[in-house]
T-cell receptor, first 114, second 115 residues
Framework: QKEVEQNSGPLSVPEGAIASLNCTYSDRGSQSFFWYRQYSGKSPELIMSIYSNGDKEDGRFTAQLNKASQYVSLLIRDSQPSDSATYLCAVSSPEGGSQGNLIFGKGTKLSVKP | DAGVTQSPTHLIKTRGQQVTLRCSPKSGHDTVSWYQQALGQGPQFIFQYYEEEERQRGNFPDRFSGHQFPNYSSELNVNALLLGDSALYLC??????????????FGPGTRLTVL
């Protein structure tokens, strides 16, 4: 059973701080990792994708991947109240004919306080 | 550049009824996946369509079926609705042969309520 685990939160940070969101996954064969942002009542929006160990930066967002530890994280620098949302970690594995099948965690709710 | 579209936005049905949800993929995309998201949970994969064929299926009963049309749009059908089928149904699209590397983009979803 492939699993993706996230702390449900809520994670509360002050405006301007760095928010750190974490995710672990069970399938060592996983190749692709995605972070989605979901505002309340809306659909998930893709923020970042990462495929190789290390860091990937895009604006205020940095995704970090460590395949040996089966760990992926998302850092949000200079957090803004508009970043308040649920952040979903998703993992995809090519094993067992599951290409393109995203497995999601339950999400971490982030609250950025002005 | 139109994104993924879904219809209807909201739907209310009663137990035992049947429902059809529709999805048009993002321009240039030809692979469509359907997900079910219960309240407070992450989306769960239902199935994926490419070249008008079901390529993968998640752990959902046969009451859930689908179709992809030549223009890449897709339908999700659910028969014999149960209360537990109440959820947000999401369509996601991507381009090319299904691959674990493809980024998937979600539509706005259809909120289904079963009474």
């Amino acid at each position: 059973q492939k699993e993706v685990e996230q702390n449900s939160g809520p994670l509360s940070v002050p405006e301007g701080a760095i928010a750190s969101l974490n995710c672990t996954y069970s399938d060592r064969g996983s190749q692709s990792f995605f972070w989605y942002r979901q505002y309340s009542g809306k659909s998930p929006e893709l923020i970042m994708s990462i495929y190789s160990n290390g860091d990937k930066e895009d604006g205020r967002f940095t995704a970090q991947l460590n395949k040996a530890s089966q760990y992926v994280s998302l850092l949000i620098r200079d957090s803004q109240p508009s970043d308040s949302a649920t952040y979903l970690c998703a993992v995809s594995s090519p094993e067992g004919g599951s290409q393109g099948n995203l497995i999601f965690g339950k999400g971490t709710k982030l609250s950025v306080k002005p | 550049d139109a994104g993924v579209t879904q219809s209807p936005t909201h739907l209310i049905k009663t137990r035992g009824q049947q429902v059809t949800l529709r999805c048009s993929p993002k321009s240039g995309h030809d692979t469509v996946s359907w997900y079910q998201q219960a309240l407070g949970q992450g989306p769960q994969f239902i199935f994926q369509y490419y070249e008008e064929e079901e390529r993968q299926r998640g752990n959902f009963p046969d009451r859930f079926s689908g179709h992809q049309f030549p223009n890449y749009s897709s339908e999700l059908n659910v028969n014999a609705l149960l209360l537990g089928d109440s959820a947000l149904y999401l369509c996601a699209s991507t381009w090319g042969e299904p691959s674990s590397y493809n980024e998937q983009f979600f539509g706005p979803g259809t909120r289904l309520t079963v009474l």
